[in-house]
T-cell receptor, first 113, second 112 residues
Framework: GNSVTQMEGPVTLSEEAFLTINCTYTATGYPSLFWYVQYPGEGLQLLLKATKADDKGSNKGFEATYRKETTSFHLEKGSVQVSDSAVYFC????????????FGRGTSLIVHP | EAQVTQNPRYLITVTGKKLTVTCSQN?????MSWYRQDPGLGLRQIYYSMNVEVTDKGDVPEGYKVSRKEKRNFPLILESPSPNQTSLYFCASSPIRGDGYTFGSGTRLTVV
């Protein structure tokens, strides 16, 4: 079956630090990969996505590259802000197969001033 | 504004009293889904729907019902709520199978 593994948090950083949140996956077929962000008290928001190998998704300074050879989709940001404090979810779905998407457990990010 | 609207945002109820959480989307999406979010367990899918009158079970369907009579609406029904259904619930929709979801703001349900 499909699965997504994220690094456990919380990840605690100072403002302007470099962020990496690791995500690896296993899937049958050729999945599309996603990162979602959940700010406190809110629903999940789609942050970025990539649909094929070597694609790079980017949004709001965040980036992630679809690495088929390492089955990874790590989230990065060069300089985090306090406002980036949230929970980040990696997810996949396989177009053409069952539509049940698979989410990781989420990684909490705390950014201190 | 494109959105998924859930109601209510907060609900406290007693064991066994039937309740419905509504979900409506204004984006003409075919796919809709319900999730519950619990600490340490992440997001778990309850039910999903690929179109009107087409629904299927997710990972944790026990104790829940859904219906999809119209494309825009996908209510979640708890016929006889129990305390283990205390959770944060999210409705989500998507235009294309395998595309990213738009989530509602959530419904925090407490069953006492």
């Amino acid at each position: 079956g499909n699965s997504v593994t994220q690094m456990e948090g919380p990840v605690t950083l100072s403002e302007e630090a470099f962020l990496t949140i690791n995500c690896t996956y296993t899937a049958t077929g050729y999945p599309s990969l996603f990162w979602y962000v959940q700010y406190p008290g809110e629903g999940l928001q789609l942050l970025l996505k990539a649909t094929k190998a070597d694609d790079k998704g980017s949004n709001k300074g965040f980036e992630a590259t679809y690495r088929k050879e390492t089955t990874s989709f790590h989230l990065e940001k060069g300089s985090v802000q306090v406002s980036d404090s949230a929970v980040y979810f990696c997810a996949l779905s396989v177009p053409g197969g069952s539509y049940i998407p698979t989410f990781g457990r989420g990684t909490s990010l705390i950014v201190h001033p | 504004e494109a959105q998924v609207t859930q109601n209510p945002r907060y609900l406290i109820t007693v064991t066994g009293k039937k309740l419905t959480v509504t979900c409506s989307q204004n984006m003409n999406h075919e796919y809709m889904s319900w999730y519950r979010q619990d600490p340490g367990l992440g997001l778990r899918q309850i039910y999903y729907s690929m179109n009107v009158e087409v629904t299927d079970k997710g990972d944790v369907p026990e104790g829940y019902k859904v219906s999809r009579k119209e494309k825009r609406n996908f209510p979640l029904i708890l016929e006889s709520p129990s305390p283990n259904q205390t959770s944060l619930y999210f409705c989500a929709s998507s235009p294309i199978r395998g595309d990213g979801y738009t989530f509602g703001s959530g419904t925090r349900l407490t069953v006492v």
